[in-house]
């Protein structure tokens, strides 16, 4: 049964558990992101990412704790269907830059996702004077958009031109 959400600090904890679930969502996807890229540079990016993913959920748990909620995970469908799409693209048959610029698509759709989850998070926080942890989730809301602008950079300055030949 749903749970019933009658506030904007229930729907800001209900926001967050979908986020939590995310990241460990795609801590798993990760790595075998990474193993799957060809491009040294796209590598490295997934296991940069990796290791922030990590450090959110971290702050996750301080920003429950602030709440003075519970850190569960709620299941975010929207993570776990992006994350379908990355594992097609890894499962099909492509050139394998082709194969990276495809990743790169992938992983921006999980990107702009977090991003949107991640900034409601934060105007919620805000509205209701939960100051510090507004800060917390705006601090890895930017961190998502650097990931992006990264893979951003990468795709255009060399893998989608490999991928063009």
């Known amino acids: 049964m749903a749970e019933k959400l009658n506030t904007l600090l229930d729907l800001l904890v209900d926001c967050l558990k979908d986020q939590y679930d995310s990241e460990h969502q795609i801590v798993q996807a990760l790595p075998k992101m990474a193993k799957n890229a060809t491009s040294p540079e796209l590598k490295r990016a997934f296991e940069t990412h990796l290791e922030e993913s990590k450090v959110h959920i ?3 748990q301080q920003v429950f704790t602030q709440l003075g909620a519970k850190a569960e995970r709620k299941t975010c469908k929207g993570t776990q269907g992006l994350l379908a799409e990355g594992d097609e693209a890894i499962k099909d048959k492509m050139d394998p830059d082709v ?3 495809a990743l790169i698509g992938a992983a921006q759709k999980v990107e702009h996702y977090e991003m949107a989850g991640y900034g409601t998070a934060r105007t919620f926080a805000q509205q209701l004077g939960y ?4 800060q917390i ?3 890895t809301l930017d ?3 650097n990931t992006d602008k990264k893979l951003t950079k990468l795709a255009e300055s060399a893998i989608n031109w490999k991928a063009v030949s």
């Open 58 to 60: 971290e702050r996750l």
């Open 99 to 101: 194969k990276d610029a």
């Open 131 to 134: 100051d510090q942890v507004a």
């Open 137 to 139: 989730l705006q601090t």
């Open 143 to 145: 961190e998502e958009g």
